[in-house]
């Protein structure tokens, strides 16, 4: 059991990776492409935190779970527009950056958060069910490529070296396998962590989201970039239906 349960974590990890590795796989992308991987992983994003870390938040902590959402979202504008006042779009030393470093170290706090729950939570589900492990490794490993798509994008128009975008990937990777290891150390973990965790990672998501990428996306002269972020909700929205279905 602990054999497959880190195999399954592995080959989560292995998948976002792939992910970033696609995104860096050019030496350069044209700002259309990197705009519309920037659209489809915004939309991502606020999928998965109005669709999943928010309720999940809520049921382990009811209404508590507010605080913590919006304690995400102020110590990311805190530290983005308090701490580092001067760093705004469009100021960054290379002119063809879309995001700012900060708002892109942001998000991948925001993932490595949520992707080592993801490991933990295929621990936790194989050691309860097998069945049941097998459905979340499914759930999990469809997020994964379009996770490390949207990491590695980010990164990459946050002006971040390619060899610092593959390992924004490799990191993400690693906290998915991490969460997965818990195996080692305990069968379950306490509903109130968990719910504070997610909350806190939704808000810094859903401030990545909505106020840095959803603006930037919006300042195109392309109407498709704008439209892919639907897209990316509904990627998102039709891979959990598709666990539901497997779960029914």
């Known amino acids: 059991m602990t054999l497959q349960i880190l195999l399954f974590g592995f080959v989560a990890a292995a998948a976002e990776i792939l992910g970033g590795a696609i995104v860096v796989s050019r030496k350069m992308w044209p700002r259309r492409v990197q705009e519309t991987f920037l659209a489809l992983g915004a939309g991502f994003i606020l999928a998965l935190v109005f669709l999943k ?21 102020a110590v990311l504008h805190f530290f983005e527009h308090v701490i580092v006042g001067h760093l705004h779009f469009g100021e960054e030393t290379h002119h063809d950056v879309m995001v700012s470093k ?7 706090t925001g993932f490595f958060i949520h992707a080592f729950f993801d490991g933990l939570s295929i621990s936790v589900g194989m050691q309860f069910d097998a069945f049941l492990g097998l459905l979340v490794f499914l759930a999990v490993l469809l997020h994964k490529f379009p ?11 946050g002006g971040h070296s390619r060899r610092r975008v593959l390992m924004s990937a490799v990191g993400i990777g690693l906290a998915t396998f991490l969460g997965a290891c818990t195996v080692f150390l305990f069968s379950s973990v306490d509903a109130r962590i968990t719910g504070m965790a997610f909350a806190f990672s939704a808000g810094t998501l859903v401030y990545v989201g909505a106020s840095d990428l959803i603006p930037e996306i919006n300042k195109s002269k392309d109407r498709i970039p704008p439209l892919v972020v639907f897209l990316g909700m509904v990627m998102f929205y039709f891979s959990e239906k598709l666990l539901e279905g497997l779960v029914r």
Do not use: C, D, N, R
């Not at 870390?53 to 979202?73: D, H, K, N, Q, R």
């Not at 900060?102 to 991948?108: I, L, N, P, Q, V």
């Open 53 to 73: 870390l928010i309720p999940a938040s809520i049921s382990a902590l009811g209404e508590t779970a507010a605080i913590y959402v919006l304690l995400g979202f």
């Open 102 to 108: 900060t708002a892109s170290m942001s998000a991948f």
């Open 147 to 157: 996770e490390g798509l949207t990491i590695g994008s980010i990164m990459l128009s």
